[in-house]
């Protein structure tokens, strides 16, 4: 059972608003659900869609099969570095010398980590600071895992190495940067990890989602499968092949290559993770906002709100209200900057003062418009941690 509108009523009571929760509870649940979700495989933690230090620390400290962080910039990963994280990969390239330089001096100080690579432009900026420091940096490789069907892209697009052929080329340069060492491989199945199947009353749609999404997957496993053997013919071992998110993990695992997956999202469960077949996470982040005016009978306005998600534009990025149950947002206004007026009929009183909850369609973005999260265990707020916003660091 899920908590109700009295419960966390309740239990934040005299809390200024607004706020950003967890619900350690359904927190803890996730960690250990997502665990027995990736069977053997070990979970790299996609600090995107967690943006907490220390709730990164929980679910390392949870069980030794949560190993190392998927960074999403280098000065986050050198600031984690310093904070004592260690096995770090930044998921994404870096181009600054300053920023590589960040991660050489870390790595010179015996921290394990990867930056992320598909180009020679890239080897040859992450040379050139590993040869100035005089260290040598470990690369990933990004494998490009979207699928090409006639007339459909299906998938994201990211690295330029979608192919044996093109995996060859880029080992082919790899001798001409002996200040690089490629020591992992990661492919990320955006089309298969973050789009769900099974949206409530779209029967349709998720039928074809579910066919492409079927049809995808044999072959960007078996592209998966060769581009790894050929990495691992050429370079010798690899510490890791990372494959995977959050809504593919019982797809991911049965590729015998892969050595870990990258979760993120399933921690806190945003809306956008509702809708998956697979599996089902407890929703354990959240954010209340005031009534502040009742400008007519059943219209309840509140102050702020408005945390809208990237991506495509889309109904879906919007915030939902959660709790109490019924609440909707006046098509033309929706959730606002400073005011967001929700229609409710149900049967809470609700008064001035009161909080209304919400739920963000992401997961990490939450993190960038709160310094805290306001943790709450068995009906009672126990800490208030910050967010890496609340840590004074914002690295997009
Ligand atoms: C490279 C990469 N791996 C994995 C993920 C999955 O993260 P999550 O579990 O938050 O969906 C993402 C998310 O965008 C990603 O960019």
Known sequence: MLPTYSFYKNAFQGQPKPFAFVDLDLFDRNVKDILSRAKDKKIRIASKSLRSVSLMKRILEYDPQYQGIMCFTAPEAAWLASLGFDDLLVAYPTCHPEHIMMVAEHIKKGKKIYLMTDKVEHLQRINDIGKQRKVIIPVCLDLDM??????????????????????????????????????GVMGYEAQIAGLG?????????????????????MEISARRKKVVQLVVDSVGSLDFVNGGGTGSIEITREEEHVTEIAVGSGFYTPTLFDNYGKFKHHPAAGYAIEIVRQPQKNVYTCLGGGYVASGALGADKLPTPYLPEGCSFYVNEMAGEVQTPLI??????????????????????????????????????????PTYRGDGKCFL
């Open 197 to 217: 199947n099974n949206f409530k009353g779209q029967k349709i749609k998720n039928s074809v989602i579910k066919l492409l999404q079927s049809s995808s997957i």
């Open 146 to 183: 979207s699928s090409k069907f006639p007339g459909l892209y299906f998938g994201v697009y990211r690295s330029s190495v979608n192919s044996v052929a093109s995996a060859k080329e880029y080992l082919d340069r790899l001798a001409d940067f002996p200040f690089v060492s490629l020591k």
């Open 344 to 385: 409710y009929k149900g049967e809470e009183n609700l008064k001035i003062g009161d909080p209304v909850f919400l739920r963000h369609s992401k997961a990490g973005e939450l993190c960038e418009r709160f310094n805290h999260l306001l943790l709450l265990q068995n009906g009672e707020v126990v800490e208030k941690i």
